[in-house]
């Protein structure tokens, strides 16, 4: 959640309309919804409802109001912070989009209280370059410098420490919203629901990273238990916005706007040929074999199709249907058994090189994974060891 999609929130509750918020921001009304949603999920209960078409705001709604005036009023105070603050009768257009997250504060605070940016990132186990962007993001977006890169370390300056005490009111008032709500999730919720994208087997990455993740899981200890879901891309991102899950891996980032995303694992395109087939390039293996791509609205079916499709050899093929298959498994059995010939990303490949050919291609194609949740605790532990796992299985790649 953003500062500014709290905000609105807020006026939402006062007005009790979402097209009269869309109308005094000038927002449409699909995007007040959207935050709504996000907060309801964010704490885990529900704040309106609608009636014949109006929207009706839920006691609890007037609860959590009340734990929102903290951050407002810290909001109100880094209005006056940063280098052009907005008038009195512009503050709210100003407010609705400020695009501070919460995660950026507690990423701000967590290096003031380190000193240091590198022994922040270790403690956050983000990469140092990406926390300093953040930071310098954040100190454009205030207009101000907050650290001082001293040899020890970073040193708040005098602007840095004024937003030291507004962020931390913040940080911790929003913490008391979720404290309640990680309580509320834990008492109806049975299990911790990770949706994955089908492995191509036993020995692929996703597979064994699952498998460390149950039982790592298992062994710490953890309240909530484990509930496994295999899906396709389109139904993982369906499955996320409608609750059923709470974290997914993807192999495509399209769709996770409204939610917290990081990449897993990056990694190439490459092609998979029969074990037998003796075809030196990629172009000679799709002239000469049927293909079975995964669907187009995987990453790795987009991408394929549209390299296929972009390949002088396809032409005369255009007017031939090329199977289209939603089951990694199918696809490695048709490639190993079959014939076939498809596309898969080198790291899934490499584990199946024992039934199938890998065959690399002419230019790098790149692919990435990508890990989803809805930002509960729970959810966040669950990320941190699936992040774990996969390094351990895959290591550098």
Not at 48 to 72: C, M
Not at 159 to 176: C, K, N
Not at 342 to 361: C, M, N, Q, T, Y
Request: include cysteine; charged fraction near 20%.
């Amino acid at each position: 959640m953003h500062l500014g999609a709290l905000f609105i929130a807020d006026t939402v509750f006062s007005l009790g309309s979402v097209r009269e918020t869309g109308r005094r921001f000038s927002l449409p009304a699909s995007t007040i919804s959207g935050i709504l949603r996000r907060l309801e999920t964010e704490l885990a209960m529900k704040l309106v409802e609608r009636n014949s078409g109006e929207l009706a705001t839920l006691l609890a709604s007037s609860k959590v109001q009340k734990g929102l005036q903290p951050i407002l009023t810290g909001l109100h105070e880094l209005a006056g912070l940063v280098a052009d603050p907005p008038v009195d009768d512009s503050f709210s257009r100003w407010a609705s989009r400020f695009p501070l997250k919460i995660a950026t504060i507690e990423r701000f605070l967590e290096v003031a209280d380190q000193g240091s940016i590198n022994r922040a990132a270790r403690r956050l186990k983000l990469g140092q370059p990406q926390l300093s962007l953040q930071i310098a993001n954040l100190e454009s977006l205030l207009g101000c410098r907050l650290f001082e890169r001293q040899a020890q370390g970073s040193v708040l300056t005098e602007a840095g420490r004024r937003a030291y005490a507004i962020l931390s009111s913040i940080s911790f008032a929003w913490s008391e919203m979720k404290s309640s709500a990680d309580e509320r999730f834990q008492r109806v919720a049975r299990a911790v629901r990770i949706g994955s994208i089908i492995p191509t087997g036993s020995e692929s990455w996703v597979a064994r990273c699952l498998g460390l993740l149950v039982s790592r899981w298992n062994a710490s200890g953890y309240r909530n238990t484990i509930s496994l879901m295999l899906m396709t891309a389109d139904d993982l991102r369906e499955a996320l916005k409608s609750g059923r899950i709470d974290v997914a891996i993807l192999d495509s980032v399209f769709g996770l706007e409204a939610f917290e995303h990081i990449e897993l694992l990056s990694t190439d395109m490459v092609a998979i040929a029969p074990p037998d087939s003796i075809e030196t390039t990629v172009s000679e293996l799709v002239e000469n074999h049927p293909l079975c791509l995964a669907s187009s609205r995987t990453g790795i079916g987009h991408a394929a199709i549209t390299f296929t499709y972009g390949d002088s050899v396809r032409h005369r093929h255009r007017g031939r249907d090329i199977t289209a298959a939603d089951s990694l498994p199918v696809i490695v059995d048709l490639v190993a058994t079959h014939g076939y010939v498809s596309f898969l990303g080198r790291v899934s490949a490499e584990p199946i090189g024992h039934k199938v050919r890998i065959v690399d291609l002419d230019a790098v194609i790149p692919l990435s994974y990508h890990l989803a949740h809805n930002g509960r605790k729970t959810s966040l532990d669950a990320c941190r060891l699936i992040r774990e796992a996969m390094t351990e299985v895959v290591g550098g790649k």
